[in-house]
Every structure is written in C-alpha cells, then in structure tokens.
C-alpha cells in the first residue's frame, strides 16, 4: 500500500474562516511535506516534517499551521486566508528525510478555494 | 539555489512513437532525483526514482537515465499510447546548501499521444 489520503478534497472557505487539511499515511514513513500548486505550476515546498519535527519551513505566511500529531497524521490550519492562498495542496510522505533510496509519495491533493 | 528545467514544455505525438523528455539540475549534489507524473487536478504519480550514485532506471516501457556530474536526466518512453497523456514532472532532492532534503521541481512537460 503506498498511499496517502488526503481529506477534504475541496474545501471553500471565506477569509474569516479557520478550517484544517488532512493527511495520513499508514506506510510507516517518518517524513511528511506539505506542498502548494498553482494552476499549471509545479509543486512549491512549505512544510516538512521528519520525525514528528518541524524540519523545513519555506517562510510560509503564519496563517498557515502546520501540525504532526503523530507518525501517520498530519495537518495544515488554516486561518484568515487570502484569495491568491487558492490552490491545490498537496501532502506527501517518504521512509525519511535524507536517504537517497527514498521514493516520496504524493496524496491526491486537496483544493481550496478562499473567497 | 538548485534550478531544474524541463524541455520541452510540450509535446505533441502520434500513437506508438518512442519520444524522450528532458531535465537538467544546476547543482549536481543530489540524493536522486524522481520522475513523476500528473493527470490534470489529481495528484502526482511516481514514475522512477533513480539516486545520485545509479545511471538509470527501467519500469515497463519507461527508462530513465540519469548524468549527476553534467546535472542531466532523460526520461524514454517506448511505443507511446494515449493513456500516457499527462504532464510529466522532474524533481531533485538536494544534498547540500540551501537546498538540503528538498526536492525540487521544474516546470514539467505536457504530453499530448493521439491516436
């Protein structure tokens, strides 16, 4: 099983609003990214966590939280968001952070639309 | 900072031709790099992995080629079929500097197999 689920997979929220995004994985991968899509761009890096550690934080805007729970979850809060934050986000995972064997895996992604 | 291009951007084939895309990376200290692929609004699929030490990579009727010291990697794909439509993605996870255990992303290459 090499998945990684990803929920909602759209989301509408106002500016106002707080509402999270969720992942989990149950392939006993100890790292786990967060990335942003916009239309016809490639993925951008914001999170990653390696052991339940916030390990690399891209200068993401702090309306963006990032939460690891523990080795199968993790979350991102969103709070006062604004339009141009619409996009597809994208959660992976992989065994760990630094080994050159590791395949990282992608969820299908959740959309958010911030109106 | 490691830069990944992609060419072509786009690409355009009949059925059953054999076709080649290519990637190149600046900064050749890298753990691997993966190819991967996108259906438009899904997430992205793992095609190959290849690491920094191995030269290439076979799955089916994909090869991947990898050339760490000249910062180049081509995929093949053998006997091109419709359903291999999609935009394909090349992505580095460096081992130094400021790109440490990230993976980055060039801008993928959109392919088009018509019957």
């Known amino acids: 099983d090499t998945e990684v689920t990803q929920t909602p997979k759209h989301l509408v929220m106002g500016m106002t609003n707080k509402k999270s995004l969720k992942c989990e994985q149950h392939m006993g991968h100890r790292a786990m990214y967060w990335y942003k899509q916009k239309a016809k761009k490639p993925p951008e890096l914001m999170f990653v966590y390696s052991y339940e550690k916030l390990s690399i934080n891209e200068s993401v805007p702090s309306r963006f939280s990032p939460e690891c729970p523990n080795s199968s979850l993790l979350n991102l809060h969103l709070h006062a968001l604004q339009p141009e934050d619409s996009a597809l986000y994208l959660c992976?995972?992989?065994?760990?952070?630094?080994?050159?064997?590791?395949?990282?895996?992608f969820g299908e992604g959740s959309w958010l639309t911030v109106v | 900072k490691q830069e990944v291009t992609q060419i072509p951007a786009a690409l355009s084939v009949p059925e059953g031709e054999n076709l080649v895309l290519n990637c190149s990376f600046t900064?050749?200290?890298?753990?691997?790099l993966q190819w991967f692929r996108q259906d438009p609004g899904k997430g992205l699929t793992s095609l190959l992995l290849?690491?920094?030490?191995?030269r290439e990579q076979t799955s089916g009727r994909l090869n991947a080629s990898l050339d760490k010291s000249s910062g180049r990697s081509t995929l093949y794909i053998a006997a091109s079929q419709p359903g291999d439509s999609a935009t394909y993605l090349c992505a580095v996870r460096g081992a130094g500097g400021t790109s440490y255990g990230k993976l980055t992303f060039g801008q993928g290459t959109i392919l088009t197999v018509h019957p």
């Open positions: 900064d050749s200290a890298i753990y691997n």
């Open positions: 290849i690491q920094s030490s191995q």
């Open positions: 992976a995972s992989s065994q760990t952070l630094l080994s050159s064997g590791n395949t990282i895996y």
